[in-house]
């Protein structure tokens, strides 16, 4: 994994092994409790080691949330990149189907991991190195989306197409995390299920994308 501040990385396979337990148990205690319910014990419990085996590989509390975020973005942005790789599922779509798709993917991708991205979008907003560790895999994601786009830009009324692709991946993108982090707390009404917004946001796409802008705006 990436160079983590305050880890000591492992150098026997049975080290990396227990590495692996650790990080993929703090994992699943902040999906399910959030960093609030967030206890150095109950992932000594779920991975199965005593505190001490732990603390000789990280420093404490902070860098031991830094290396489940480092883990887990990582197999998270593997996902992101894999799915808007070219491929079978692309050849022959029409611009409106592959717009849908993209967006589609999209949604299905912050479903998958809704609950770990959920407590790494509201950690990210009081933590820069989390925030630095976030930018790259989502300047990826956003890359790979506006590449598989362009592929049509011929066909989008605008004379800037990257910029309006762009403007589409920040909508859809902003408007996902802040569902799975938030839902509709911040509206004093229940959240849209996710099967709405997946039905919104390709309707969005299509009318920003294909729509002629008006040139008296």
């Not at 992932?43 to 990280?58: D, E, K, N, P, T």
């Not at 790789?85 to 692309?90: A, E, L, S, V």
């Not at 009081?126 to 590449?147: K, M, V, Y």
Request: glycine share 6%; proline share 7%.
């Amino acid at each position: 994994m990436t160079q983590v501040p305050g880890l000591r990385p492992p150098v026997q396979e049975r080290s990396r092994r227990s590495l692996e337990r650790i990080l993929n148990a703090g994992a699943d205690v902040l999906s399910e409790r959030g960093y609030e319910g967030f206890s150095i014990a109950e992932v000594c419990q779920r991975a199965q080691i005593s505190s001490g085996a732990l603390y000789s590989r990280f420093d404490g509390k902070d860098s031991l949330i830094l290396g489940i975020h480092t883990h887990v973005l990582g197999r998270i942005d593997a996902d992101a990149r894999e799915m808007y790789q070219p491929g079978p599922q692309w050849d022959g779509l029409s611009v409106t189907q592959t717009i849908e798709l993209a967006v589609r993917l999209l949604v299905d991708h912050f479903t998958k991991h809704a609950a770990i991205l959920g407590v790494f979008i509201i950690m990210t907003a009081n933590d820069s190195r989390l925030r630095q560790n976030t930018a790259e895999p989502a300047q990826a994601i956003s890359g790979a989306f506006r590449d598989r786009l362009l592929a049509h830009s011929a066909e989008f009324p605008h004379p800037d197409p990257a910029a309006a692709v762009d403007a589409i991946f920040s909508l859809a993108f902003e408007s996902l995390a802040h569902h799975v982090a938030f839902g509709g707390e911040f509206w004093n009404q229940p959240p849209h299920p996710m099967a709405e917004i997946a039905h919104l946001l390709p309707r969005l796409a299509r009318l920003h994308l294909l729509t002629p802008p008006d040139p008296a705006a």
